[in-house]
């Protein structure tokens, strides 16, 4: 997986590239390292633009997971599709400053206070730093890289205020354990089935009978990743032009990143290559977030079957502090 984390000089974008090297085995190339040549005063000589991409896509290529610290977009087009994640960091320009001074003070020592030139280029540093935040900055600034971020066609991640080392690595992992999950996720069709599978579809249908009705007539479809089975879809023809969706569900502990859509995406694929023209799900009245997610991809509102799960189901369902009582039909063009 390649990463790049950007941000103002002193939102703590090489600290948290560095971090996840360490923690996550990541190999970390920082900006600066291609963009300065090495010089008794650091900082000072820049390398041929050549010849600093060159190496940087070099160094790059080497390895399977990569963490990049700085602003690189400006370097060269190519590098806005290098990525499967972007992290933009931002904190309040008074924590950001006062880093940056303490760091320079630790970097330099008495030398910015003894030596003209490098209390000159002290000063200045820092005042290219504060224009960060301001309007009309002609380097860096804000508005240039809210720019590469509406550029950037992978995910991206805006880490926004004075936020623990520890918290900002929680909320990357956490991102990159989805998409890891993304792309190595793998479906099959599963001939047998088990307790394990009625497990997993229980969390969508809490009626074994109820699922035990359709799942014989069914084509029962897996997702899984590495070794683990963490979702399900069962497709139903209902005749030679519609296919029902019976039963959708994700495990528990992989929900909320995005699969529930990757799922519907397959059921699509595979009920149009077969042939049928029209799609149907359904749910009920309390499952807000499964209504919203099916008509974000193309399901409308057919028909409501009132009293359906009162009627059908021994023990009362309840939803989002809403009680289950219709049933929702659904269905998309394919």
Same mark, same amino acid.
């Given at each position: ?11 703590? /974008? ?42 940087? !896509?070099?160094?790059? @290529? ?32 008074? !924590? ?22 490098? *209390? ?14 301001? /309007? ?38 956490? *991102?990159?354990?989805?998409?890891? +999950? ?8 599963? @001939? ?19 699922? *035990? ?28 032009? +519609? ?7 994700? *495990? ?13 995406? @397959?059921?699509?694929? +595979? ?45 009362? !369902? ?13 269905? @998309?063009?394919?």
């Amino acid at each position: 997986m390649k990463i790049v984390i950007f941000g103002a000089s002193g939102s703590g /974008t090489t600290t948290l590239a560095h971090q996840l090297e360490l923690l996550s085995g990541f190999y970390h190339l920082d900006a600066d390292d291609y963009y300065w040549l090495k010089s008794e005063r650091p900082f000072e000589q820049k390398r041929d633009r050549q010849e600093r991409n060159d190496l940087f !896509i070099h160094d790059f @290529k080497l390895h399977n997971d990569v963490v990049v610290s700085g602003s690189i977009f400006n370097w060269d087009e190519q590098f806005f599709n290098f990525f499967d994640l972007a992290v933009f960091l931002w904190v309040p320009p008074s !924590i950001r400053i006062k880093r940056l001074i303490d760091r320079e003070i630790e970097r330099y020592g008495e030398s910015l206070k003894t030596d003209e030139y490098r *209390k000159k280029k002290h000063h200045e540093f820092i005042d290219w730093s504060i224009g960060y935040d301001h /309007t009309g900055f002609p380097n860096r600034i804000f508005e240039l890289h809210t720019g590469w971020m509406n550029k950037l066609q992978t995910p991206l991640i805006r880490i926004e205020g004075e936020i623990s080392i520890d918290n900002r690595l929680k909320t990357v992992t956490q *991102k990159i354990k989805s998409l890891t +999950i993304h792309q190595e996720l793998t479906f099959q069709e599963q @001939k047998e089935i088990d307790q394990t599978l009625y497990d997993l579809l229980l969390l969508a249908d809490p009626s074994i009978e109820e699922i *035990k009705s359709y799942i014989y007539e069914s084509q029962i479809f897996i997702a899984s990743y590495r070794t683990n089975t963490i979702g399900v879809f069962v497709l139903l023809a209902l005749d030679q032009n +519609i296919i029902e969706i019976r039963n959708i569900a994700i *495990k528990t502990d992989y929900q909320g990143i995005g699969l529930g859509k990757r799922l519907l995406e @397959k059921a699509t694929a +595979i009920s149009k290559n077969r042939g049928f023209s029209t799609l149907r799900i359904a749910t009920g009245n309390s499952s807000i977030g499964q209504l919203a997610l099916y008509q974000k991809e193309g399901f409308e509102l057919i028909d409501m079957i009132h009293n359906f799960f009162t009627d059908h189901y021994t023990n009362p !369902i309840f939803e989002n502090g809403i009680q289950c009582k219709h049933l929702l039909l659904l269905e @998309k063009s394919i």
